[in-house]
């Protein structure tokens, strides 16, 4: 969760600095924040047990409602267009020395 928040902070700051590379950055960071919420969700599951599959239980309805609602078209391409942006421009800057 932690990595998806801070995922979040970089991608609030970009809009607020109109960066170029904005919309890119958005779609990397829809996907790393619905991996984190799956994650979590299966988590919860676990530690809650055989209750959570269970209809009626407040925590199926969470999980089914959340999953729904994370569910997004084309995650895939929207993956893939982030990548290609990417590969033309480091989105981290030229001082990443990994890159």
Do not use: N
């Amino acid at each position: 969760m932690r990595t998806a928040y801070l995922w979040v902070r970089e991608c609030a700051l970009r809009a607020a600095r109109e960066d170029e590379d904005g919309p890119a950055f958005v779609r990397m960071t829809r996907g790393v924040v619905e991996r984190a919420a799956f994650d979590m969700m299966e988590l919860a599951a676990r530690i809650v047990g055989t209750r959570s599959a269970m209809e009626g239980q407040r925590i199926d309805k969470i999980t089914r409602d959340l999953s729904l609602y994370l569910r997004q078209a084309g995650p895939d391409h929207a993956r893939d267009q982030a990548a290609l942006a990417w590969l033309d421009q480091d989105v981290w800057g030229d001082q990443d020395t990994l890159w």
